[in-house]
């Protein structure tokens, strides 16, 4: 697990948090340049997969006015069927991201901005749970989630190439919540 010390910088505290990891083909993450090069940074596994961290970003701004309890990103989640899991190789911090936060003294209550970069899965996967009626519901329910349209609009209708990056799953629920 990983997860920062918060870190001041005048009125912002800042901290990396531990969203999980996952594995994807190395070959697709490096594109062109050849195996013989990125291994010697990153040795893949024996299915050609490397991890990939989900680090989240956590600002909390101490300004006088109000408190803003800051996440960018929600890591990859825990929604996904076991065989995905075993698949993605996906490892979670004790807790999940609900614990990464805890470890560091902030419950999901007390995030009120929630910003996602992009829709990918690994990006927003923690952004939204499964309710008891078995409805998605935000993780963050008093947050307020910043997302650009263009990319809600991208993630609604995806081309065949990028289709497998965004997971309905992962940001159902979070419409009533867009800004």
């Not at 009125?11 to 340049?33: T, W």
């Not at 803003?68 to 698949?87: C, H």
């Amino acid at each position: 697990a990983y997860e920062s010390a918060m870190q001041t910088f005048g009125r912002f505290q800042i901290a990396a948090v531990d969203g999980g990891s996952f594995a994807l083909d190395g070959g697709a993450m490096f594109g062109i340049v050849p195996r013989p090069l990125w291994e010697k940074q990153v040795r893949p596994d024996a299915r050609n997969r490397i991890t990939l961290a989900t680090r989240c970003l956590l600002v909390v701004d101490n300004s006088a006015a109000t408190r803003r309890v800051i996440l960018v990103d929600s890591g990859i989640g825990d929604k996904f069927p076991d065989k995905e899991k075993e698949i993605f190789d996906i490892q979670l911090p004790e807790g999940g991201l609900k614990g990464s936060l805890a470890r560091l003294g902030f419950a999901p209550e007390d995030v009120t901005d929630l910003v996602i970069t992009h829709l990918h899965f690994d990006h927003v996967g923690g952004a939204t749970e499964r309710g008891e009626n078995g409805v998605y519901r935000p993780t963050f329910p008093n947050a307020t989630v910043h997302v650009q349209r263009r990319m809600w609009k991208w993630a609604e209708h995806p081309t065949e190439k990028d289709a497998g990056s965004f997971r309905p799953d992962t940001y159902e629920g979070l419409a009533g919540k867009l800004h």
